[in-house]
């Protein structure tokens, strides 16, 4: 079982930046792949980035790549996400999710395969 809680959101001007953190309780947490995905208003959640088990591999949103980075401190049992550049389209509330699988290198885009999600934290870029 994986709990996780989200931080760092807020109000940010274009081209500003945020860091995102999703701290994770439980002793399982570095057996999990993670990722970061978001949901605007009226449409579907989306995959953003995601990072391995050791943090050796990770993947990005063609929308974000470039832009984010996806980190991981299996240690401290936290997910972050280093957002800059941002865009009015990042507007969203983001979540941290752990993925199912336990296999190491392995990474996905996929919601189906994150069984536990935080809470969301909401980001608001204004132009």
């Known amino acids: 079982q994986v709990q996780l809680v989200e931080s760092g959101g807020g109000l940010v001007q274009a081209g500003g930046s945020l860091r995102l953190s999703c701290a994770a309780s439980?002793?399982?947490?570095?057996?999990?792949?993670m990722g970061w995905f978001r949901q605007a208003p009226g449409k579907e959640r989306e995959f953003v980035a995601a990072i391995s088990r050791n943090g050796g591999t990770t993947y990005y949103a063609d929308s974000v790549k470039g832009r984010f980075t996806i980190s991981r401190d299996n240690a401290k049992n936290t997910v972050n996400l280093q957002m800059k550049d941002l865009l009015p389209e990042d507007t969203a509330v983001y979540y941290c999710?752990?993925?199912?699988?336990?296999?190491?290198?392995?990474?996905?885009?996929?919601?189906?395969?994150?069984?536990?999600w935080g809470q969301g934290t909401q980001v608001t870029v204004s132009s």
């Open positions: 999710a752990a993925d199912r699988s336990q296999r190491m290198g392995v990474v996905h885009n996929e919601l189906a395969s994150y069984n536990y």
């Open positions: 439980g002793r399982t947490f570095s057996s999990h792949p």
